[in-house]
């Protein structure tokens, strides 16, 4: 098998997808704008051959690297990058080179947010109101109908940028009249906390891992007030969340793919569909599914796409919870006081990407135990501050 990875060394954790792709037979092939001898040397090892662009924005540089490849390897079975920022382009790239997997008749039904809204009506799934934003009459209309606050965000976008939580009509006013080109939506704000339904799907469709994520507070609210974040796996998944997110699963034809998957909790216990994601969830997300079940997430996933294959047996046995500080904060409690107190529960922390910083943090925790409320009490003694937060 011939297997393009897009950016290779990006997230830091991802190369070692790439390296249990080569370990098992696949032609891993890495295409990105980095320095070759900056690449971690596992990744250097994982590659068969790399090809370096100088802007991976400029499409015709990536039809020249994936030619090229042709020529070299023959037929492209599979493209990817597990990575939000390049769905389209792996999208265009498949299509023009005839590659199984999401292509552009597909990929605006999993990107676009107001094509996502219609695929959660159609099967029934609760849905926050909204709608593309056209004029201001047609928005303030929207306003009267549903109230404030409302959420305007990018109908394209990633994470939280450029989301705006608006509370009266002086805001709404002010976005309008300074709104960017792009497509927005505006839609209903949804009180309640963001839980998830992560996993992978073989080729037919099969759900061969799934679990849980419940966080803090939401992206949004993390990124525009500067909060610190942790979210946690839960041990046993609720059964209305995973009833809705396999659901989803067949409405949005998840195939040979990762999926992040995420709701609204409101106060009343009601789920309401918030996005669909056909990626792995970010950050260290994927090292904590390792760190919750014992086995090997990148192993598996290069069992999938190689053999369709899924080995490893899960249970769940640990509650696994990831914890972010910010940099510029004062917070009580000491790198060196957090592993005295609690070293025997934290089984991983390293400092992160920029790109993180501002929904993850700049140094990143992963602790694990089989009891929620130690994982909570971890959670509070890293992020305990001056000015506490939580």
Known sequence: MNFVFISPHFPPNYYRFCVNLRKMGANVLGLADE????????????????????DMNNYNELLRALGYFTFRYGK?????????????????????????????????????????KKVFRKVACPVAEGQIIHTAAQTHRFVEEVGFPVVIKPDIGVGANNTHKIHNNQELD???????????VIE??????????????????????????????????????????????????????????????????????????????????????LEVNMRPP???????????????????????????????????????????????????????????????????HEPLSGVFSSALGNYGYIARSEDLEDVSEIANFILEAENPIL
Request: overall charge negative; glycine content about 4%.
């Open 188 to 273: 209903q704000f949804i009180q309640g906390n963001i839980e998830s339904f992560d996993g992978l799907t073989d080729k037919q469709g099969k759900v061969v891992f799934c679990t849980s994520h419940v966080f803090s507070q939401g992206i949004m609210e993390t990124v525009n007030d500067e909060l610190d974040i942790y979210y946690y796996s839960v041990r046993n998944i609720p059964k209305d969340l995973e009833e809705a997110g396999r659901k989803l699963i067949n409405a949005f034809e998840v195939r040979e793919r990762f999926f992040h998957f995420e709701f609204f909790r409101t106060p009343d216990h009601r789920l309401v569909a």
């Open 35 to 54: 320095s070759y001898d900056r690449l971690h040397p596992d990744l250097r090892w994982a590659l068969n051959e790399y090809y370096r662009v100088n």
């Open 282 to 348: 970010g950050g260290m997300t994927t090292d904590m599914f390792n760190y919750a079940n014992d086995f090997d997430i990148y192993y598996e996933y290069a069992n999938v796409i190689l053999n369709n294959r899924f080995d490893a047996v899960y249970c769940r046995p640990y509650y696994c919870c990831y914890v972010g500080r910010k940099e510029g904060k004062r917070y009580i409690h000491s790198h060196e006081e957090i592993l005295e107190a609690y070293g025997d529960y934290i089984v991983h």
């Open 174 to 184: 002010r976005f309008l009249a300074n709104r960017p080109t792009e497509d927005y």
């Open 76 to 116: 492209l079975d599979r493209i990817d990058s597990l990575n939000e920022y390049w769905l389209e382009t792996e999208a265009r790239l498949r299509t023009d080179f005839n590659i199984t997997g999401l292509n552009t008749a597909d990929i605006y039904k999993v990107k676009r947010k107001s094509e996502m």
